[in-house]
Nanobody, 116 residues
Framework: QVQLVESGGGLVQPGGSLRLSCAAS????????MSWYRQAPGKERELVAA????????NNGGDVKGRFSISRDNDKNLLYLQMNSLKPEDSGVYYC?????????WGQGTQVTVSS
């Protein structure tokens, strides 16, 4: 079955950096678009970034553009999110996700807190 396990979250000061990882298993990782979402308290879950199956495109839209970078290692079934110049409003739970066979799968999430 599909399993997604995030890691790398924590407490960081504004302006700092974190690198999130997502270990994927149970499906053909290299063939699927992978995404990072985040959810802040009291807010809806939102897309942060997505990456195509063959690394031909990336989507780091919105206010993370230029600060966050998504990447993947298809040989190791790993998804990454490099987050730089972090702001307090980046705080929340970050989820790795894949959509396959008509449903979206989620990991358990990793907490990111940006605070001084």
């Amino acid at each position: 079955q599909v399993q997604l396990v995030e890691s790398g979250g924590g407490l960081v000061q504004p302006g700092g950096s974190l690198r999130l990882s997502c270990a994927a298993s149970g499906f053909g990782f290299r063939h699927y678009v992978m995404s990072w979402y985040r959810q802040a308290p009291g807010k809806e879950r939102e897309l942060v970034a997505a990456i195509g199956s063959g690394n031909p495109w990336k989507n780091n839209g919105g206010d993370v553009k230029g600060r966050f970078s998504i990447s993947r290692d298809n040989d190791k079934n790993l998804l990454y999110l490099q987050m730089n110049s972090l702001k307090p409003e980046d705080s929340g739970v970050y989820y790795c996700s894949v959509f396959q066979e008509s449903r979206r799968y989620w990991g358990q999430g990793t907490q990111v807190t940006v605070s001084s």
